[in-house]
């Protein structure tokens, strides 16, 4: 019981990381990114390589990571995505990122294969932790809730206390508003663009030992990220956050208590908040 | 310009509906392909099922603006129908394409009620988490649809009586050619009737249509029901004639693949579907037969190309082309 | 006189704004009537809950005594309430034949029909395009729509409307952003409009209001402030007030 709860709560915290991103470029900038996924499939072969190959402490992997994910995000973002803020549909965003989505997974099945890759994690990651006496949890569950509610939490401040949070508020608010405020917000949306970017390839890093990792990556875990935004809603750390711990303990628990269900109660359930709460369970539009 | 007079309006607007020479010349192309590639057939009835399917889909997404990341679970619908009515006894083909056009429909029709109100993105998502539901259900229920090994033993009776499926799928091709004319022929005559302009109409603007007295929800529940009906047919005519049904048939990679086809070809003039789905499944063949990887590189750019430069798809290209060589279409 | 629309107590909030705050009016069948109020005065919100498009917060709608509060729009619409947008609401690939043709069809409840061609229904644009021939709008009835001068598209609104065959026309600022001697040769198509179509008018431009009114209602914040014969109206204090307070910040 403490042990499904467990797990689910690293597995929700590691998928506020990865999706927390997608939630701030939908909120900010209205663009529906199903290449998402994309980006932290980057960061997790980066980590593969860097720690299987060239024996590069798993802990520099990360930040190595999250910085080729955000690299990747501001070329592309300069270069084809900001084409497609004005002027293009949702579907033609759809379209635009399953077709990035393709090339990125016949790339990896290119350079790396088809295989399932496999890490091997540091000595104090591995095994189990004693929390209390009979409660046993992996190590490894354990730092992923530290590392993501870490950063979950250095999100949540630099949103509400910096400037470039507020800035960056505004423009999720409303752009054209904001550009009259003289706030520079093609500048807001390339850096917001990478920094999302960047948390999805450092959530891809962390992910590789609990998701594995393999050329579908982007279109297996794509519709937890849709789920996150959906039921989270988008513009606050709050509300992806809680959506993700919630999608998180419901999945291990699902998965342990009802197999034979498998995935339909989740698909079901946002179904269901689309319908009755556009705006996310917690947007805020709710929080109002 | 002239002022026009009434009777030059009328015979204007009837020439609207009228056939084009293009379009017999059209309809010779799956003719002639039997006799130019008959080691081919079972290809060529694939693409003219997913040629069927991505009409379905255009009378949707290109008449009524209704867009759908899950048209899938109406093709996997019909294919689980037609499959396990021939499986379970019943393998006349004709009835079990109008079962599945009738419970595709059905679920087409309940399900359009989730999709009336909301912005397209709640739309792409609602048909996304519908179609993934669907094919989780029939992952799950191993005993009726075989899971991931796919249903097998799938027994289909001659078409009408006197025809056998074939090894070579000649009758499977000329089946499937047959169910898609006549298909194209209604659905040609629905997107010209009052009924397909008021669609357009919607597409264009609904406000407008809401103050003109139009039943727009009602309309829209009745394209979802129709458009989920032909998808359902499409499905039922590939378990037909492959005698199978594959778990993929309902997944999310059919509902991106129709609506890549149909967005390749053009929409709203349901020869783009068809043109769509030609285009895509004869690059797939030649592509994928080199690598697989390769295939998917190359989907993956066209998409991203055709976003960029070309989001009225081939037909769009043909259009644009037209016009600077100063062909004004009629 | 009777009155053909009439509102009782209409209210609507959107979250903590009141667009509309308790508004009882009343329409008589035939009249020739104007509802004018500074920017933000709730009047196209008013418009549109005569339409259905919006839903009170409380009170009632009637038509001909009838509560149509709870009506979807079409249904209105077939009743004989009909509306025109402040800004064009047009079909942009339609060609203002098929456009106005299409409307004719909703009226006539044939626009159900899926096997004949819309474009052989004579009738229907024989009927369009003599309507289009009353507008002047004949020589662009089959161009695409989009292109067509600002002027004309105020006019294929106006035709949309008039194709429903109304009992009752809310034209909301028809000539707005209209060049003057077209709204002009506009008013007079409305003016001329027979006395069996009520009209409710928005209208900005008093001129025209005082012309083409024979009973005025002034709104500000959401509520009637007069509801009268032009003289009175022109003749009331708080209506002044309300005036040249605007003109003041404008």
């Not at chain 2, 039922?236 to 609506?259: H, M, N, P, R, Y």
Request: proline share 4%.
């Amino acid at each position: 019981m403490v042990t499904v709860l467990f797990d689910g709560i690293a597995w929700g915290t590691l998928l506020f990381v990865l999706a927390v991103g997608l939630s701030v470029t939908l909120g900010l900038m209205n663009f529906v990114n199903l290449a998402h996924g994309a980006f932290a499939m980057l960061g997790g072969y980066v980590t593969v390589v860097m720690l299987n190959r060239f024996g590069v402490p798993f802990l520099l992997c990360l930040p190595a990571a999250a910085l080729a994910a955000g690299a990747a995000g501001v070329i592309l973002e300069r270069t084809l995505y900001r084409r497609l803020y004005e002027g293009a549909s949702h579907l033609d965003q759809v379209l635009f990122s399953i077709g990035l989505v393709f090339m990125a997974m016949a790339l990896a099945d290119f350079i790396m294969g088809s295989q399932q890759q496999i890490v091997h994690m540091p000595a104090f990651l591995r095994g189990q932790v004693r929390l209390m006496p009979g409660v046993e949890v992996g190590a490894y569950r354990l730092f992923l809730i530290a590392s993501c509610g870490a950063t979950a939490l250095v999100l949540h401040f630099a949103l509400v206390r910096t400037r470039f949070g507020s800035r960056l508020r505004a423009g999720v608010d409303n752009a054209r508003t904001a550009r009259g405020l003289g706030i520079d917000v093609e500048r807001v949306f390339a850096l917001t663009f990478a920094a999302g970017s960047a948390l999805a390839g450092l959530g891809g890093a962390l992910g590789v030992e609990i998701l594995g990792l393999d050329p579908t990556f982007p279109v297996k875990y794509m519709v937890f990220f849709l789920i996150v935004v959906a039921v989270g809603g988008s513009g606050t750390v709050t509300g992806p956050l809680l959506a993700s711990l919630v999608l998180g303990v419901c999945d291990a628990a699902g998965k342990y208590y009802l197999p034979q269900t498998g995935a339909f109660i989740i698909y079901a359930v946002m179904v269901a908040v689309l319908i009755l709460k556009p705006q996310g369970l917690f947007g805020r539009a709710a929080a109002r | 310009m002239q002022p026009l007079g009434y009777q030059t309006l009328r015979e204007h607007m009837r020439a609207r509906s009228a056939w084009k020479p293009a379009e017999y010349l059209i309809w010779l192309i799956p003719i002639a392909a039997w006799f130019v590639l008959p080691t081919h057939l079972s290809l060529l009835s694939q693409i003219a099922i997913m040629g069927l399917f991505a009409l379905s889909l255009d009378l949707l997404l290109g008449y009524a603006g209704i867009v759908s990341l899950g048209h899938g679970a109406f093709f996997g619908l019909g294919a689980y129908v037609a499959g396990l009515l021939g499986k379970y006894g019943w393998g006349e083909p004709l009835s079990g394409l109008a079962a599945a056009a009738l419970v595709a429909g059905a679920f087409g029709y309940v399900s359009s009620f989730l999709v009336l109100r909301g912005t397209d993105l709640t739309r792409l998502m609602v048909t996304l988490g519908i179609a993934l539901m669907l094919s989780e259900v029939a992952n799950k229920m191993h005993w009726l649809t075989g899971g991931a090994d796919g249903l097998q033993g799938v027994a289909i009776w001659p078409v009408l009586g006197l025809w056998r499926f074939d090894l070579y799928g000649r009758v499977g091709y000329a089946y499937a050619v047959a169910v898609l004319f006549v298909l194209f022929l209604l659905a040609r005559r629905i997107v010209h009737s009052p009924f397909g302009q008021s669609l357009r109409a919607i597409k264009q603007n609904e406000r407008r249509m809401h103050a003109l007295g139009a039943p727009v929800m009602r309309r829209i529940v009745a394209v979802c029901t129709l458009s989920a009906a032909y998808a359902g047919v499409a499905g039922a005519l590939l378990a037909q004639t492959t005698q199978f049904v594959s778990l993929e048939s309902i997944g999310f990679g059919k509902s991106a693949d129709v609506l890549i086809m149909l967005v390749l070809g053009g929409t709203g003039r349901l020869y783009g579907a068809l043109l769509g789905a030609l285009a895509f499944m004869a690059m797939r063949h030649v592509l994928s037969g080199m690598t697989p990887q390769y295939w998917e590189f190359w989907l993956g750019a066209m998409l991203v190309l055709l976003v960029m430069f070309a989001r009225g798809g081939i037909f769009g290209l043909i259009d644009v082309l037209r016009a600077r060589l100063g062909w004004a279409r009629a | 006189m009777t009155a053909v629309l009439e509102t009782r107590d209409l209210a609507k909030n959107f979250g903590g704004i009141t667009a509309a705050n308790g508004i009882t009016l009343s329409v008589n069948a035939g009249a020739r009537h104007a509802l004018i109020g500074p920017n933000g005065a709730g009047k196209t919100t008013l418009v549109n809950l005569f339409t259905g498009a919006l839903r009170p917060t409380r009170g009632e709608i009637l038509l001909d005594g009838t509560d149509i509060t709870h009506l979807p729009q079409y249904r209105r619409v077939k009743r004989g309430l009909v509306r025109t947008f402040q800004v064009s609401q047009l079909f942009p690939g339609l060609t203002p034949l098929e456009s106005v043709a299409l409307a004719i069809a909703e009226r006539k409840g044939i626009a159900w029909r899926w096997w004949r061609p819309f474009g052989r229904e004579a009738g229907l644009f024989d009927e369009a395009a003599q309507l289009l021939d009353e507008l002047g709008l004949l020589d662009c009835a089959t161009g695409p729509t989009s292109r067509l001068p600002y002027g004309r598209q105020r006019l294929i609104e106006i035709a949309l409307a008039l194709a429903l065959k109304p009992r009752v026309l809310l034209l909301d600022e028809p000539a707005a952003g209209v060049p003057r001697d077209e709204s002009v040769e506009l008013f007079s198509r409305i003016a001329s409009l027979p006395r069996d179509v009520t009209v409710l008018l928005i209208e900005h431009d008093m001129d025209i209001v005082f012309r083409f009114a024979e009973r005025i209602t002034v709104m500000v914040n959401g509520g009637v402030l007069v509801d009268d014969v032009p003289e009175k109206v022109a003749a009331d204090p708080r209506v002044r007030e309300v005036y040249l307070g605007e003109a003041g910040h404008g």
